[in-house]
């Protein structure tokens, strides 16, 4: 960690801000060569905003806002410069060419939280943290990820570690100081001691798959025969029209994913391709993939028509993850009965549309117990 790293902050893309990062022992000399404003960056305050621009020689490139932390008081704990300019995609190239040029070394994909944690400013759990709070697409996500960037998991594994480290130490000053009056604290007592630990221990491991679907979503496939309204009833939980429905069977030949969000967490839907029997390759193909998805799937909802009495053999597909599925709560299998209406009968009809609107709390409904927000982060 001896060199300095630069990078783009802000996602790439035009916007109204761009956010530039230098972090290391030469950050502010490197931000002083370029940057020119009433102050130089050498000497301006820290953690105070100086307005100026960036010239590369003589040439200038963008007026930019300049900020300026000082070890060990910022995220990285080293130098670090912020440069904060407009949101062009060739500006921000430019900017961030020029600092290249000038020393820096173009930062590695979480690189200023890898040095962050390397420098004592945040432990293992917070370092994670900071990515699960990225991605969040919940509010229960975002939640989560917030006490453990606050460090609560971090807490609860250094409070477990120094409870072992304790119960060691009596245990070993009893072994070398057999003389003195140490009680020993074995047998049954250190056992129960151990025993609480390991509880807690499991405690926490327990809440790692619903931490992963609070990150990644209930990965939820939709599957059945084709033209039974699987796209329908995609479209239907997103609210628009995502997939191409069509009374022609086969229109699905690929996996469609999207994320919906239910009562806090996010749903992962796929559509999928219908199974039939067919000699066409393509549609093999899609049919192979639909049934790779279902083996995968945390939340299966088969969709079948209600007017056959049966589906064919080549439609039933069951996870093979189904048994250890049905361990957890919230993961289940949902059957979806396709009803055509009766044109001819108009309560029949109404009764059908109904039936749709309530499709998305059919969903939510069956959850019997949604699972405890891990509060640990796990």
């Excluded at 007592?189 to 390991?198: A, N, S, Y």
Aim: aromatic fraction near 4%.
């Amino acid at each position: 960690m001896n060199d300095t790293i630069a990078a783009i902050s802000t996602p790439l893309g035009e916007g109204a801000i761009a956010l530039l990062r230098v972090s290391g022992p030469g950050a502010v000399v490197l931000a002083d060569a370029v940057f020119r404003g009433k102050k130089g960056a050498a000497a301006q305050a820290a953690r105070v905003q100086q307005f100026g621009a960036i010239f590369d020689g003589g040439q200038k490139l963008d007026d930019v806002l300049l900020t300026v932390f000082r070890a060990p008081h910022s995220y990285t704990g080293e130098d670090t410069v912020e440069i904060a300019c407009h949101g062009g995609v060739l500006v921000t190239r430019r900017i961030l060419e020029l600092l290249l040029k000038g020393g820096a070394r173009s930062a590695e994909p979480g690189e200023f939280t890898q040095r962050a944690y390397l420098n004592g400013k945040m432990d293992l759990t917070q370092a994670e943290a900071v990515m699960d709070l990225i991605t969040a697409q919940t509010d229960l996500a975002l939640r989560a990820a917030t006490e453990q960037l606050e460090g609560r998991l971090g807490e609860r594994i250094r409070a477990l570690r120094e409870r072992l480290l304790g119960l060691l130490a009596h245990v070993e000053a009893f072994i070398d100081f057999p003389d003195e009056d140490i009680d020993p604290d074995t047998g049954g007592v250190l056992l129960q001691k151990l025993t609480d630990v390991r509880s807690e221990i499991e405690a926490l491991l327990a809440t790692a798959g619903q931490g992963r679907v609070l990150r990644e979503g209930v990965r939820t496939v939709i599957y059945g025969a084709p033209n039974v309204g699987k796209s329908s009833l995609l479209n239907l939980l997103l609210g628009y029209e995502r997939a191409i429905v069509s009374a022609r069977p086969g229109t699905t030949r690929d996996v469609i994913e999207e994320v919906i969000n239910l009562r806090g967490y996010p749903l992962r839907l796929v559509d999928t391709a219908g199974l039939r029997e067919s000699d066409d390759e393509v549609e093999r193909e899609g049919m192979a993939r639909t049934r790779r998805q279902v083996e995968r799937a945390d939340l299966v909802l088969q969709v079948v028509d209600a007017t056959r009495r049966r589906a064919p053999r080549a439609e039933q597909v069951r996870p093979r993850r189904a048994r250890e599925l049905a361990r957890h709560r919230g993961c289940a299998d949902f059957l979806f009965e396709k009803r055509r209406p009766r044109p001819a009968r108009r309560r029949h009809h109404r009764a059908h549309h109904r039936r749709a609107r309530g499709t998305a709390r059919l969903v939510g409904g069956n959850q019997r117990s949604p699972p405890r927000v891990p509060r640990e982060g796990a």
